[in-house]
């Protein structure tokens, strides 16, 4: 073979190995080895990344308090709360190096209520102060450009106290024993026995007082306030019972000795008589109801929640991504259940500065030591913060 043909030769192998590989440069694809690299996702950075944020969670409540066997259904809308807040405080933080990280989150909410009325209670004033604390570590198990997935596993720490005060009408108290005394008087005259006056003066109680103080448990508060004022009643309802039981003779004994007088003389002494007996029994149960209803009640609630969950984010863009997570967790430890599920819509407002819009659920349910809690509370969330 002479030089031309060799020249010739190697002169079209070259030329059908640019026409082979040309468009695949000028697509500006990668060789084998560079797309191998292109998938394999960047390992997380090795040095310290921190993050601060105020969520501001306006959830609505509902559900089931209870104390002592009493159980009260309630309903607390963002709306309401809203404007019975007196306090709110709401941060979270995280701290990461590589593929582990610190996790904090806490809110606080302080909120009051009061219901005025004309009976024999003046005011009824509520107070209720809730924290929730989560503490977790997680692990990043995925990373790449378009988002992450971590393993979450924490506690979550939940304190409730609830505060109720009574404030008695004493005016309202004098007049309800005066006449509930009067009455009972007046329709025994003509059937004296001890057992009667007992039980018209029961049944003047039941209307005047018991019945009064149970009608207070329909005027329900705005506030998910457990019911530990719920005995009162049957306590009020005991003691007057008592104060009744033991007077009853004495003041069926000066009825029958004033309808018994035969002349002015006697009847005015008997008079006399009847009305300081109902005089003394008006004024020892005013006395019963003054200090029984003068009176406040708290509870103090609080229980550690083990969970376990998950965290991720998918970025939609450079700006915009989504993100969600979800625990759940008790295990009978502080709970017998709670589970958690959020999801946001975000931006990367700048390389630091991040602002999120989403819902966040929380159920828990607790019943233990004969208080029952099993509330849900739900609603937006829109949370803002840096990382650096």
């Given at each position: 073979?002479?030089?031309?043909?060799?020249?010739?030769?190697?002169?079209?192998?070259?030329?059908?190995f640019?026409?082979?590989t040309?468009?695949?440069?000028?697509?500006g694809?990668?060789?084998?080895?560079?797309?191998k690299?292109?998938?394999?996702?960047?390992?997380?950075?090795?040095?310290?990344?921190?993050m601060?944020?105020?969520?501001?969670?306006?959830?609505?409540?509902?559900?089931?308090?209870?104390?002592?066997?009493i159980?009260?259904?309630?309903?607390?809308?963002a709306?309401t709360?809203?404007r019975h807040?007196?306090m709110?405080?709401?941060?979270?933080?995280?701290?990461?190096k590589g593929?582990?990280?610190?996790?904090?989150?806490?809110l606080?909410?302080?909120?009051?209520?009061?219901?005025?009325?004309?009976?024999?209670?003046e005011?009824?004033?509520?107070?209720?102060?809730?924290?929730?604390?989560?503490?977790e570590?997680?692990?990043?198990?995925?990373?790449?450009p378009?988002?992450?997935?971590?393993?979450?596993?924490g506690?979550?720490?939940?304190?409730?106290y609830?505060?109720l005060?009574?404030?008695?009408?004493?005016?309202a108290?004098?007049?309800?024993?005066a006449?509930?005394?009067?009455?009972?008087?007046?329709?025994?005259r003509q059937?004296?026995?001890?057992?009667?006056?007992?039980g018209?003066?029961?049944?003047?109680?039941?209307?005047r007082?018991t019945d009064?103080?149970?009608?207070?448990?329909?005027?329900r508060p705005?506030?998910?306030?457990?019911?530990?004022?719920?005995?009162?009643?049957?306590?009020?309802?005991?003691?007057?019972?008592?104060?009744?039981d033991?007077?009853?003779?004495?003041?069926?004994?000066?009825?029958?000795?004033?309808?018994?007088?035969?002349?002015?003389?006697?009847?005015?002494?008997?008079?006399?008589?009847?009305?300081?007996v109902?005089?003394?029994?008006?004024?020892?149960?005013?006395?019963?109801?003054?200090?029984e209803?003068?009176?406040?009640?708290?509870?103090?609630?609080?229980?550690?929640?083990?969970?376990?969950?998950?965290r991720?984010?998918?970025?939609?863009?450079?700006?915009?991504y989504?993100?969600?997570?979800?625990?759940?967790g008790?295990?009978?430890?502080?709970s017998?259940?709670?589970?958690q599920?959020?999801?946001?819509l975000?931006?990367?407002?700048?390389?630091?500065?991040?602002?999120?819009?989403?819902?966040?659920y929380?159920?828990?349910?607790?019943?233990?030591?004969?208080f029952?809690?099993?509330?849900?509370?739900?609603?937006?969330?829109?949370?803002?913060?840096?990382t650096?």
């Amino acid at each position: 073979m002479t030089n031309k043909h060799v020249l010739a030769a190697a002169t079209a192998l070259t030329l059908t190995f640019v026409q082979i590989t040309a468009p695949a440069v000028c697509a500006g694809e990668r060789s084998p080895v560079d797309s191998k690299k292109a998938v394999i996702p960047p390992e997380p950075v090795d040095h310290w990344q921190f993050m601060l944020a105020m969520p501001g969670w306006l959830a609505a409540t509902s559900g089931t308090i209870g104390v002592d066997g009493i159980n009260s259904h309630v309903y607390l809308g963002a709306d309401t709360l809203i404007r019975h807040l007196d306090m709110i405080a709401s941060f979270s933080a995280e701290a990461r190096k590589g593929r582990f990280g610190i996790y904090g989150d806490l809110l606080y909410v302080s909120a009051s209520d009061g219901i005025g009325t004309n009976g024999l209670i003046e005011k009824v004033d509520f107070r209720l102060d809730q924290y929730l604390i989560d503490m977790e570590l997680n692990y990043r198990v995925l990373e790449g450009p378009s988002g992450f997935l971590d393993l979450r596993a924490g506690v979550r720490y939940t304190n409730l106290y609830n505060k109720l005060t009574i404030s008695p009408n004493d005016e309202a108290i004098d007049r309800a024993s005066a006449s509930l005394v009067e009455e009972a008087g007046r329709l025994v005259r003509q059937r004296l026995s001890a057992l009667d006056l007992a039980g018209r003066l029961r049944g003047a109680l039941k209307q005047r007082v018991t019945d009064k103080l149970e009608g207070l448990r329909g005027e329900r508060p705005a506030l998910p306030i457990a019911p530990i004022g719920g005995g009162r009643p049957g306590r009020v309802d005991e003691l007057i019972r008592a104060i009744i039981d033991r007077r009853a003779e004495s003041f069926a004994a000066a009825l029958r000795a004033e309808a018994a007088a035969a002349t002015a003389q006697l009847r005015t002494a008997a008079q006399q008589r009847v009305n300081a007996v109902k005089n003394r029994i008006s004024k020892e149960i005013a006395s019963t109801l003054k200090r029984e209803l003068d009176n406040s009640f708290s509870l103090a609630e609080d229980w550690w929640d083990p969970y376990v969950g998950l965290r991720g984010r998918y970025n939609i863009n450079k700006a915009w991504y989504l993100t969600a997570k979800g625990d759940i967790g008790g295990f009978g430890v502080g709970s017998d259940l709670t589970w958690q599920l959020s999801g946001a819509l975000g931006v990367q407002v700048t390389r630091s500065l991040f602002v999120e819009a989403g819902y966040r659920y929380l159920y828990t349910d607790y019943n233990k030591d004969n208080f029952v809690y099993e509330v849900t509370q739900s609603g937006v969330e829109i949370t803002a913060g840096i990382t650096f």
